[in-house]
């Protein structure tokens, strides 16, 4: 299986993709009331922008675009080197909402306005739920992104080096979306970024030992 996924990795995306998607789905139905509601005082003070919807909302193009350009463009070896921490951290993620439901209360009561950031966020609270929030999914996904784009080696290229500086500035935009819509609190972000750090960091050990077989360099 696992050769057979090396050699089909679009594939391999979508598989996961319905894995995930179908445990956030259940995850969504079955977890009602959380088991722990996440807050510290420095949310308090961060306060409510429906503009930061634009950013959110960029991450779900982002995160396909980099995996496809990496695959097409970069040493396949780059491709499955972002993939292990990214895939790996989601399944992560989606285990602790299993073992230790988390939710917020921080949303404002009511979005006003009838301009399209307005709209869009009244979307986005009508089909996402404020439950299953640490650690971040959408913090750890972007931390994950800018480490690869800061490691991948197709990306030293002179026509592609300032890829490498706006994947900061939009990363950094989807990060600090997240309190600004009041989808995750500080500490959702702090925990999300971490673990983001400790899975690239247990994948660079895995390369470093040899315990991670290198994949053909074609399809």
């Not at 998607?21 to 005082?41: G, K, M, N, S």
């Not at 299953?132 to 080096?161: A, Q, W």
């Not at 300032?162 to 935009?173: C, D, F, K, Q, T």
Request: net charge positive; glycine share 4%; hydrophobic share 50%.
């Amino acid at each position: 299986m696992r050769t057979w996924f090396s050699r089909h990795p679009v594939w391999f995306m979508a598989f996961y993709m319905v894995f995930y998607l179908t445990v956030f789905h259940w995850l969504e139905v079955h977890v009602t009331v959380p088991d722990i509601w996440v807050h510290c005082r420095l949310d308090d003070f961060i306060p409510f922008c429906k503009y930061a919807i634009v950013p959110y909302l960029a991450w779900f193009g982002w995160i396909p675009f980099t995996l496809f350009y990496l695959l097409w463009k970069a040493p396949r070896a780059d491709f499955w080197r972002l993939c292990l921490p990214l895939f790996a951290g989601m399944t992560f993620a989606l285990a602790c909402y299993i073992v230790l439901p988390t939710g917020l209360y921080l949303r404002p009561y009511r979005v006003y306005g009838s301009d399209i950031f307005a709209r869009l966020v009244r979307m986005l609270y009508a089909v996402d739920s404020s439950k299953n929030v640490c650690p971040s999914i959408h913090v750890l996904n972007t931390v994950t992104l800018m480490i690869g784009y800061r490691r991948s080696r197709c990306f030293d290229e002179p026509g592609r080096r300032w890829m490498r500086p706006a994947a900061n500035v939009l990363g950094m935009a989807i990060i600090l979306s997240t309190m600004l819509l009041k989808q995750h609190s500080c500490i959702d972000v702090v925990l999300g970024a971490a673990l983001a750090f400790a899975l690239d960091a247990a994948a660079s050990s895995l390369e470093r030992s040899g315990d991670v077989r290198r994949v053909p360099q074609r399809l």
